[in-house]
């Protein structure tokens, strides 16, 4: 990947916030390279409303209007949800106790990627009858839930067909 539009932003416990910019372009210009913006934030709900501005600053560069803007911010906090309800951290280190979200915009997609650590974890599903994961599934194109060693991510995906999104 092309770091030249990429951006990192990290907010701590105390609200304080750091951003480190490689070349940053607030839209992507019609290139070929994603653009590509990552967050790192505290692993709790007050922390969520930073990750859905960020969708509400993205969305729109993919040809979204306001209510589909809007949709994909419910989405954010939705999965973001998932993360902190069904994930546990019994050991505490301040270094791996944090949520990573990573936007991606790339042509016609808006693949967003979030991810923390966790000792224990459960899926979220249709099956548990949570009503979250009708509303998720419902705005998004893709979402998913892996579990890899000691890391929960989340990804889901809008992609624009034929102009407009779905």
């Known amino acids: ?20 910019f490689d070349g940053w372009q ?26 859905r501005a960020a969708c509400g600053q993205l969305a729109p560069q993919l040809g979204c209007t306001v ?3 809007a949709d994909l911010r419910l989405a954010v906090d939705e999965a973001c949800g998932f993360l902190l309800r ?18 991606t915009v790339n042509g ?13 974890s459960v899926p979220p599903g249709a099956g548990d009858g949570e009503f979250g994961w009708t509303i998720l599934t419902a705005l998004v194109d893709d979402f998913t839930w ?16 034929g102009g407009k999104l779905d």
């Open 26 to 51: 607030a839209a992507p210009g019609g290139g070929s390279d994603p653009a590509v913006v990552e967050i790192h934030t505290p692993a709790r709900p007050e922390y969520i409303e930073v990750l």
């Open 86 to 103: 069904n994930c546990v951290r019994l050991s505490r280190d301040t270094e791996q106790d944090g949520l990573v979200t990573t936007f």
């Open 108 to 120: 016609s997609d808006l693949h967003i990627a979030l991810q923390m650590q966790a000792d224990t």
């Open 1 to 20: 990947m092309d770091r030249s539009n990429t951006c990192r932003a990290a907010v701590n416990s105390s609200g304080t916030a750091g951003m480190d």
């Open 67 to 69: 209510a589909e803007t």
């Open 146 to 161: 892996q579990v890899t060693e000691s890391t929960v991510r989340v990804e889901i995906r809008k992609e624009r067909v």
